[in-house]
């Protein structure tokens, strides 16, 4: 109960983006065995209606020696006063081997599903792979690059189905400016294959402040644009969050 207590919190919440972030998500590939964390939310806004959000997230990675595996799930469930319900969720999993003993040239394997009730997404269903290059591998700040392809299946709410092939791309540093404060942030580029002018770009940026050996506290940003012409979806969505994370 008290940690149920002490995982509650209160944020403002705007729209939800399209793109997952999984690189801020990362767990640390050099912690050998089972390591993970678990967050827990709840917010409540009052204005021209009220809205109470409820979410959970769990990160559960394995490492052993060039191999490294890991496990996010993440959802949110919102319900107004005049019981409309909205929900999205994620579930994402990662397999990375190491190619070199400078740790600098990874190769990755992912597969994502994914739904998004405010973004008319139904289901939507990811496998791909590619590369991953740390450009800066330094004890406080990390500068990696990452690329490669994916296959997506995608359900939209009333507008049908599709099939792609996209290019997946993204650019992440990390810096640890104190003990207990550090900033992460990220941007990706997915244009589809045949049609570099159709493409999603996310930024994420976030601030994390330690608390203790176990609780952190995190304020995040999120931009996702879409170029696509989809009635009813907004093409720019942006999220501003505060979290309380428990550590393990």
Same mark, same amino acid.
């Given at each position: 109960?008290?940690?149920?207590? *002490? !995982? ?10 399209? *793109? ?100 008319? *997404? ?34 939209? *709410? ?26 992460? !942030? ?63």
């Amino acid at each position: 109960m008290r940690f149920l207590l *002490i !995982t509650i919190l209160f944020s403002a919440t705007t729209v939800f983006g399209q *793109i997952v972030n999984i690189e801020n998500k990362r767990l640390d590939g050099d912690k050998q065995g089972f390591h993970g964390s678990v967050d827990l939310n709840l917010n409540f806004t009052m204005n021209t209606k009220q809205l109470l959000q409820l979410g959970d997230k769990l990160r559960l990675g394995y490492t052993k020696l060039k191999h490294h595996a890991f496990i996010l799930t993440d959802h949110a469930f919102v319900k107004s006063d005049d019981d409309s319900f909205i929900n999205r969720g994620y579930e994402h999993v990662r397999y990375n081997y190491t190619l070199k003993d400078s740790g600098r040239i990874i190769y990755e394997v992912f597969q994502q599903g994914q739904f998004n009730k405010i973004q008319k *997404i139904n289901l939507r269903l990811l496998f791909g792979t590619g590369f991953r290059f740390k450009l800066i591998d330094q004890k406080n700040y990390n500068l990696s690059f990452g690329t490669g392809f994916m296959g997506e299946y995608e359900e939209l *709410i009333d507008f049908g189905n599709s099939r792609d092939i996209l290019s997946t791309s993204y650019l992440s540093f990390d810096g640890q400016f104190s003990e207990n404060i550090g900033m992460n !942030t990220i941007s990706y580029f997915q244009p589809k294959m045949v049609d570099f002018g159709n493409y999603r770009f996310a930024n994420e940026t976030y601030l994390r402040f330690k608390i203790n050996k176990y609780l952190s506290f995190k304020v995040v940003y999120s931009l996702v644009h879409d170029s696509r012409d989809i009635p009813e979806v907004r093409k720019t969505n942006y999220v501003f969050k505060n979290t309380l994370s428990f550590n393990f």
